[in-house]
């Protein structure tokens, strides 16, 4: 197992580069864990090397922290790091900010956590963040020894970023990377800007949610001529284990076979080679160009008169052409079915063609989304 250093409260610890994400276990017909399986699962990689857990208050509607208390509650609090998030959005006083904070300690059986962050920020949370005083709380629980390192966890733009960077002293920050989304969110400059400060990073959602682990025919040949032997989820983890910020990447693993792969993939860790990394670049483009329609979500053309989301139908069209992640696409053509938003509400009036900048010729392309999902047996 690949370990990276990292100060926790003043002291160079080891972690190891591969995480364990607690929000994608494995779940019976009734929606709840699979216990049984994803205890193997997480004491498979427990014992070969992996040492960080990462939950969360809402993760399988609660219920991912209790299972966590019941896989480690027989191991050595020194042998694992445990990371918590506070769910800033169901906090309006500071009572419930103290409430929730030790409901997840009686949770997950422990005294302490290791890593604790502010979950899923945005830009309207820095305002209620100073409201709550809420980072002289989390010190305050720092001094009593009940959280060793103070960060957050991201989801928002740039600019966004900088300001909760610049908030406070961060002992680390988390953030959402992989090879198609260095444009996205934060991104790489996110990145580099952590890197300047010397706050280390967190990555989560590195195979984009599992999206970047099968492909278009395409894209898959090319990986697979490449490295007959690697799984194409590898790559993915090894182009973000490249950056040498990179402390803990983890991974939402819902098999032992994912456990398995990955855990080859963390022992003997090779980072990219200059011309993998050049691969890795062709292989985005590669990516980029399997999209559909040049629609840049500006929102231009909207409101539509007739309640197509216009830009919404365009971007599950692009997604399921260069990921083929058909679940994702039936799960988000469904919400727009159910808004009335759905490409089959088009009347072909014509009122947003001349709206668009990108000169797209709307309905034309909505159509083609249809068939599209036809052929592919989604609709
Ligand atoms: N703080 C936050 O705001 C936040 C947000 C998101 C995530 N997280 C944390 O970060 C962790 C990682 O994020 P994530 O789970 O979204 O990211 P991810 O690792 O990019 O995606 C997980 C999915 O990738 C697929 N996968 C993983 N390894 C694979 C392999 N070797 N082969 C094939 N497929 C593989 C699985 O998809 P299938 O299930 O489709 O097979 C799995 O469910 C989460 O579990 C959670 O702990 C935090
Ligand atoms: S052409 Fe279709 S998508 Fe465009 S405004 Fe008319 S109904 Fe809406
Ligand atoms: S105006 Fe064109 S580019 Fe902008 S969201 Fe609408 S379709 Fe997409």
Redesign the pocket.
């Known amino acids: 197992m690949e370990y990276r250093a990292i100060k926790v409260q003043n002291k160079e610890e080891n972690v190891s580069l591969l995480g364990f994400g607690c929000m994608r276990f494995p779940t019976l017909e009734n929606g709840e864990i699979d216990k049984v399986q994803s205890k193997e699962m997480m004491l498979h990689a427990l014992e070969n090397g992996v040492n960080y857990i990462d939950t969360a208050y809402p993760y399988h509607g609660g219920k991912s922290e209790l299972f966590v208390r019941e896989v480690i509650q027989d191991l050595d609090r020194d042998s694992f790091f445990l990371a918590d998030k506070l769910p800033i959005w169901d906090c309006k006083t500071k009572d419930d900010v103290d409430r929730i904070f030790h409901e997840q300690l009686d949770k997950c059986g422990v005294t302490y956590f290791d890593f604790y962050l502010i979950h899923a920020v945005n830009k309207g949370r820095i305002q209620q963040i100073k409201d709550l005083d809420l980072l002289n709380t989390l010190e305050k629980y720092r001094d009593e020894g009940k959280i060793r390192n103070i960060g957050f966890s991201f989801h928002d733009d740039l600019e966004t970023f900088k300001k909760w960077v610049d908030l406070y002293d961060w002992d680390f920050v988390q953030i959402q990377l992989n090879y198609m989304d260095i444009n996205h969110q934060q991104g790489m400059e996110g990145y580099d800007i952590l890197t300047e400060k010397g706050i280390p990073v967190i990555i989560m959602e590195p195979v984009k949610g599992g999206s970047l682990v099968r492909f278009n025919p395409v894209i898959e040949t090319q990986f697979k001529e490449r490295d007959k032997d690697a799984s194409i989820a590898s790559w993915a983890f090894r182009w973000v284990g490249s950056l040498p910020n990179v402390k803990v990447i983890l991974s939402g693993m819902s098999n032992l076979e994912q456990v398995q792969d990955n855990l080859n993939t963390f022992t003997n860790f090779k980072p990219l080679s200059e011309e993998e990394q050049s691969f890795m670049a062709h292989i985005r483009e590669d990516i980029l160009h399997l999209s559909k329609v040049d629609c840049t979500s500006c929102n231009y053309?909207m409101p539509?008169?007739?309640g197509?989301d216009?830009p919404g139908n365009f971007r599950i069209f692009n997604h399921h052409s260069m990921y083929k992640n058909d679940g994702y696409v039936h799960w988000r053509v469904g919400e727009l079915t159910k808004k009335d938003a759905f490409a089959d509400?088009?009347?072909?009036?014509?009122?947003?063609?001349e709206k668009c900048p990108q000169h797209i010729d709307?309905?034309t392309d909505?159509e083609r989304f249809q068939d599209y999902l036809k052929e592919n047996g989604l609709k």
């Open positions: 053309c539509c008169p007739h197509v216009i509400q088009c009347i072909n009036c014509g009122e947003c063609i709307i309905p909505l």
